[in-house]
């Protein structure tokens, strides 16, 4: 290989990272493949089954920044993690059709979830807010 070789390498991989940002993409894949080494891996179906997308826009109330300026930065991370390994395990990442965030069991999300009340919350799903969460 010559200088000049070396050279153009080096400079193609400038370029690439100037446009792409590679090294974000595999900054965020590394914390995925932790996440999924440290929890999705272990959890088992009865805790995988269920549609993560939409108990988020269920249960977020709150959009704080973390330390890198990230909106719930580990949340999301965790989020795809958990996608990965639907997909991995059932060959498709799981989506609830009807209002339910797990439609075998029909769970509920309840407002305690973060407080002390005791009833469910009821949302309307055809809000903008939720429309992409519906199938």
């Given amino acids: 290989m010559t200088e000049q070789d070396t050279t153009n390498k080096e400079y193609q991989k400038h370029i690439e990272e100037r446009v792409y940002n590679i090294n974000d993409y595999l900054?965020?894949?590394?914390?995925?493949?932790?996440?999924?080494?440290?929890?999705?891996?272990?959890?088992?179906?009865?805790?995988?089954?269920?549609?993560?997308?939409?108990?988020?826009?269920?249960?977020s109330k709150i959009l704080d920044k973390d330390k890198q300026g990230f909106y719930d930065y580990d949340k999301?991370?965790?989020?795809?993690?958990?996608?990965?390994?639907q997909l991995k395990r059932y060959g498709r990442i799981l989506y609830s059709r009807d209002d339910e965030?797990?439609?075998?069991?029909?769970?509920?999300?309840?407002?305690?979830?973060?407080?002390?009340?005791?009833?469910?919350?009821?949302?309307?799903?055809n809000d903008d807010e939720y429309s992409k969460y519906k199938n």
């Avoid at 440290?38 to 959890?43: D, E, K, L």
């Avoid at 089954?49 to 249960?59: A, N, P, Q």
């Avoid at 965030?101 to 799903?125: G, L, M, P, S």
Wanted: charged share 45%; glycine share 2%; no cysteine.
């Fill in 27 to 59: 900054n965020i894949l590394k914390d995925v493949m932790e996440d999924i080494v440290y929890q999705t891996h272990m959890m088992d179906d009865e805790e995988l089954k269920y549609d993560r997308g939409k108990f988020i826009g269920m249960t």
């Fill in 76 to 85: 999301h991370i965790h989020t795809l993690s958990t996608e990965l390994e």
């Fill in 101 to 125: 965030v797990d439609e075998q069991k029909k769970h509920k999300i309840r407002k305690d979830f973060f407080d002390d009340e005791d009833d469910t919350v009821e949302r309307d799903f």
